[in-house]
């Protein structure tokens, strides 16, 4: 039981307890996702221009992660905000943020560490992605009127992450694993980056 869940409401307990009984949300990845989740350690490593552009290019992948996740849930999908510098609160780094305020919905991820600024690493964008998408689904999807830090929310956390991973490994191995990659590179290059 967390230190925290004394402090909860009666109807908060509730929640919660729902929240901790779901362990997974199965998910069809759809071939486009798992060309999205294939794209997003492309985008991330690539050469750009300018950090605006390499934002760009990153938030267009992770919008696709988003919306085929929603599509494939059928439920709405909220807007993906990349940015850059992760910020700093009381020596912690924010890694995303879920904001839902009536009927407008957005995720914002950071792509940067905050003390080297280095570009955070494909499988930590993915999962942090992941994180505020599940927030999204906890309300959406799940109907609950909270989205708490559950035993249960970290497992579907983890589910989606493996799903998803599982889905782009097979994706890649259908298309040649290094023929997909070039291939994604050179769209994401060429700003063709729609992942079909």
Known sequence: MP??????SASQRRIYDRS??????PLKVSPRLARAVNLLPVA?????????EHRRKV????????????????VSS???KVKGVRPI??????????????HSHEITVWMYTA?????VAPRTMLRTLLHEVLHHLDYTALKLEESFHSGGFFKRESSLVHQLERAARKF???RGDERGRQSAALALRSGRATAR
């Open 20 to 25: 901790d009984a779901i362990s997974s949300i």
């Open 172 to 174: 890649a191995r259908g």
């Open 78 to 80: 909220p807007k993906v």
């Open 89 to 102: 609160q009381d020596a912690d780094e924010y890694h995303g943020l879920y904001v839902s305020e009536g």
């Open 44 to 52: 991330l490593s690539g050469q750009y221009e300018d950090a605006a």
């Open 59 to 74: 938030n267009k992948v992770a919008q696709v992660i988003c919306d085929e996740i929603c599509l494939a849930l059928r």
């Open 3 to 8: 230190n925290f869940r004394h402090r909860l």
């Open 115 to 119: 003390k080297r600024r280095q570009v």
